[in-house]
């Protein structure tokens, strides 16, 4: 038994678990957002093209199906929020990551030109005394 609970401390720690419990903690705040969008804007709207039909309460034969097909109509309905939602942050991170990019190619560019310059420098300060040595030898040859 001492092993088993072990394991499970050694599971939660991996962080998977907390992973997943806060992943369906947003989730399911995020569903109340997204639910209360669909059925405070959405629907009404949609109820006004169709002209305020309401399934609901629609059978077919003696099986009450009405609300099975609201429940369909708003799943998908759901579906689509969540789909503009998803793709409107897809979007913004592309941005977002675009000018991280942009941003670290400029900065690697920026040390390479520090770089180069060094080098130039470098290679200037090696060529002083190729070039002090030159010239005592032309004095020394007059």
């Known amino acids: 038994m001492k092993k088993l609970f072990t394991e499970f401390k050694e599971f939660l720690a991996q962080g998977n678990a907390l992973d997943l419990a806060v992943g369906v903690v947003?989730?399911?705040?995020?569903?109340?957002?997204?639910?209360?969008i669909v059925n405070a804007l959405i629907n009404p709207i949609i109820g006004v093209l169709c002209g305020g039909i309401d399934f609901s309460e629609y059978?077919?034969?003696?099986?009450?199906?009405?609300?099975?097909i609201m429940a369909i109509i708003n799943?998908?309905?759901?579906?689509?929020?969540?789909?503009?939602?998803?793709?409107?942050?897809?979007?913004?991170?592309?941005?977002?990551n675009a000018a991280k990019l942009a941003e670290e190619e400029a900065k690697a560019k920026e040390e390479e030109e520090a770089k180069k310059a060094a080098e130039e420098e470098a290679a200037k300060k090696a060529e002083e005394p190729v070039e002090l040595l030159r010239q005592i030898l032309a004095a020394l040859q007059k």
Request: charged residues 10%; positive net charge; without cysteine.
């Open 59 to 68: 059978k077919l034969g003696l099986f009450p199906v009405g609300e099975l």
């Open 26 to 36: 947003i989730g399911g705040a995020f569903n109340a957002i997204v639910t209360a």
């Open 75 to 96: 799943f998908i309905l759901v579906a689509f929020v969540l789909f503009l939602i998803v793709r409107t942050a897809n979007a913004a991170k592309t941005k977002i």
